[in-house]
């Protein structure tokens, strides 16, 4: 369970911005969806930690990270929420393997354990990256990238998974493969998911709740049991997530020039 | 031979050896302050900022001897500063090679802020935000993502700072003198050489002061150098 409720104003350069997103799910797969600059990664730092909010609640499962009124505000190290950033954010000065065990705690002079090493040579395995793990992020391609991502911020089984724009990076064949990789992951690890996206494609693939972004503002929250998601609607092309009206045409656009 | 002789007299490696020594440990200690002040700078947001950054980079703008003569009244031996050293550790910086440090030091220090300052702020904020949602407290984020993604910049700066020690003269002429085999450094021992009329030795002090201020240069150009070539390598 996932509960949000914020308000935030961000101020840059004279321009100002403002932020009320509320919104709850019990759902494994929360697709935050809507055009640029609408507040959804800021609303992603808020759950990570990595913004603090001007008023409201964030809470996941039965644990409150946030509370304003409360003065409850749980540092970001010790949330245990993985967060795969936009362009991943992969320690440049560090290899596959040091990327991915970097999240398991010890002092920072002291090399992994071997406990802690066969643990990420699992997660290697799993990604099937293992003969990357040599690597630097710079030589590793988009996909590859992606994995390495994925797989650090799993190291540490995290309560909850944000990904911001995961597959924007990744051509369409790629998107495809990964998405499946994505759902397979997910079942693996069970650990739920907050995503933004773009792309229309992926609210077919994942949403089983969809936040619509406008502005700033939450506009719309659509619930789709997993059954329904699965199954076509009567009018097949208009499967689960409708975007047309809430979203603007540009939006759409781009995603059908991504998709094609 | 007769050169040689010259260049190897007490005459000039007495001077030299005070050089490194007094640039070598300047150049250690202006480097953890500006380190550390440019971390402070970059992460913390607080009232006066701008006012404190403008400070720390002042010994760059100011003549060396308005700083030697701002270090003569805060250490002097009548000042406050400088008399409580001198009663309870027995320490003075007057006319001693460590007041020579505290100047170099202190006149290098911005040439290392500055560029570990520039190196801090260009670090991507998501490394940072990616390592403390993986755990890392602040002192951790510091140590394994900040450092050593802004090392290059720092190193560029701690050489600098190394050649500007070097070459340090007012401040140091204010505040350690210019006493031969105690405080006078190479730069000071050119002064007194052309003053005597000394021509002969006065070449052979700038001809290595030179030689050693160029390799510094050039050998830091190279590291950082290779060190980035092997980054667009990869």
């Known amino acids: 369970m996932i509960a949000v409720d914020i308000e935030k104003r961000v101020q840059s350069r004279g321009r100002s911005f403002n932020l009320k997103a509320a919104f709850r799910s019990d759902e494994q797969f929360v697709i935050l969806f809507g055009p640029s600059g609408a507040g959804k990664t800021l609303t992603l730092q808020a759950i990570a930690g990595l913004l603090t909010p001007d008023a409201g609640t964030i809470s996941i499962g039965d644990r409150l990270l946030f509370d304003a009124k409360r003065g409850v505000n749980v540092q970001p190290q010790c949330r245990n929420i993985g967060y795969v950033f936009q362009d991943f954010a992969l320690f440049p000065h560090m290899s596959v393997f040091e990327n991915i065990g970097f999240g398991l705690p010890r002092k920072w002079w002291r090399p992994l354990s071997s406990a802690d090493k066969s643990k990420v040579r699992k997660l290697l395995d799993i990604f099937e990256i293992t003969n990357l793990s040599a690597c630097f992020p710079n030589d590793l391609s988009g996909g590859q990238r992606q994995r390495v991502a994925l797989a650090r911020a799993l190291v540490r089984n995290p309560e909850l998974l944000l990904l911001d724009e995961p597959f924007s990076a990744l051509d369409t064949l790629l998107r495809v493969k990964l998405r499946e990789e994505l759902l397979e992951l997910q079942t693996r690890f069970k650990v739920p998911v907050v995503m933004i996206t773009h792309d229309p494609e992926d609210i077919r693939a994942f949403a089983q709740t969809l936040i619509t972004y406008d502005e700033g503002r939450v506009c719309k929250v659509d619930y789709f049991l997993k059954a329904t998601v699965a199954k076509p609607h009567d009018t097949a092309d208009r499967s689960p997530p409708d975007p047309p009206h809430t979203i603007p045409s540009h939006g759409v656009h781009r995603g059908q020039i991504w998709c094609a | ?234």
């Open chain 2, 1 to 234: 031979m007769d050169l040689l002789n010259t260049v190897l007299s007490s005459k000039i490696t007495t001077p030299l050896w005070m050089s490194l020594k007094v640039a070598g440990v300047a150049t250690v200690c202006a480097t953890l302050c500006g380190v550390i002040a440019a971390w402070v700078i970059t992460r913390f947001k607080f009232p006066g900022r701008e006012w404190l950054d403008s400070l720390l980079a002042l010994p760059l703008v100011l003549p060396p001897t308005v700083i030697g003569y701002y270090l003569l009244v805060l250490v002097g031996r009548n000042s406050m500063i400088g008399s409580r050293l001198h009663s309870t550790f027995g320490i003075s910086l007057v006319f001693t090679w460590q007041g020579a440090v505290l100047a170099a030091a202190l006149v290098s220090f911005p040439l290392v802020y500055k560029s570990a300052r520039t190196a801090f702020e260009e670090i991507d904020p998501r490394f940072e935000n990616a390592a403390r949602t993986l755990g890392l407290s602040e002192i951790g984020v510091f140590f394994r993502i900040s450092f050593p993604l802004a090392w290059r910049g720092i190193l560029a700066g701690t050489m600098l700072a190394f050649a500007r020690a070097m070459g340090e003269f007012g401040a140091t002429l204010m505040i350690a003198g210019n006493l031969p085999g105690k405080t006078q450094t190479l730069s000071l021992a050119v002064y007194d050489a052309v003053q005597a009329g000394n021509d002969g030795l006065a070449a052979a002090l700038v001809v290595i002061t030179s030689v050693v201020c160029i390799v510094v240069l050039v050998s830091s150009g190279k590291m950082l150098k290779t060190s980035y070539l092997k980054e667009a390598d990869r």
